[in-house]
């Protein structure tokens, strides 16, 4: 995907935004890994001159670190937001925490597979993998405190939600998002011990646009 720059003003003289370069970064990596975040080839994809990428980071380490941060602003705090979302009951939230893993949720899959994929390249990348697991274990737990589930019970559950949906990542697994919203009640009787109620499913479902 080429990344379209219009000329204005706020391009700095055609230099670009450090959000247009992070953008086109994080696109490259996604879709072709870490050897395609490199400054000429960004420039080439953005239509700029390499020196203006210096505007914005000191060097390509310094855009490999702005990366990480993105990762983990955009997956880390999108299950922050959803712990915090308005939930009646644990089976709302915990639909809520589904909802973001949904095609089209706030939980950026693939850049998520790709920054397990550095990882295995980089022991500063896992030791930041391995705490975003770690805070998002205990995001995850904490929402199962405030519904009274005993600590030992919270964690169990917490792990088993998420789990769950590092593994669908992981593993890449692609179904029909009507079979797996068809598994959505089984789901949240397996994380929660108790079973959705026709009009919690009903609301979960038109929020992501099935009937």
Not at 59 to 69: I, N, S, V
Not at 76 to 91: C, H, K, N, P
Request: glycine letters at 6%.
């Amino acid at each position: 995907m080429t990344i379209q720059i219009e000329k204005t003003e706020e391009t700095s003289g055609w230099r670009g935004s450090r959000e247009v370069w992070l953008a086109a970064a994080r696109d490259a990596f996604v879709s072709s890994g870490l050897d395609a975040v490199k400054i000429q080839p960004l420039a080439n994809r953005l239509n700029l001159s390499r020196t203006s990428f210096y505007w914005f980071f000191s060097d390509r380490a310094a855009l490999l670190e702005a990366l990480l941060e993105d990762w983990e602003a955009t997956n880390t705090g999108s299950l922050e937001r959803a712990s915090q979302d308005y939930a009646e009951t644990i089976v709302e939230a915990v639909l809520n925490l589904i909802g973001v893993f949904l095609e089209g949720g706030a939980f950026e899959t693939r850049l998520d597979l790709a920054v397990r994929g550095w990882a295995h390249q980089s022991d500063e990348v896992a030791a930041r993998v391995h705490a975003a697991d770690a805070a998002r274990l205990a995001i995850i737990r904490d929402m199962f405190a405030r519904f009274d589930y005993p600590p030992g019970e919270a964690d169990v559950r917490a792990r088993t939600l998420y789990l769950t949906q590092i593994g669908y990542i992981s593993m890449q697994v692609c179904e029909p998002m009507q079979d797996r919203l068809a598994r959505v009640p089984d789901y949240v009787m397996t994380f929660t011990g108790q079973a959705p109620t026709e009009r919690e499913i009903a609301r979960f479902r038109a929020r992501h646009g099935m009937t």
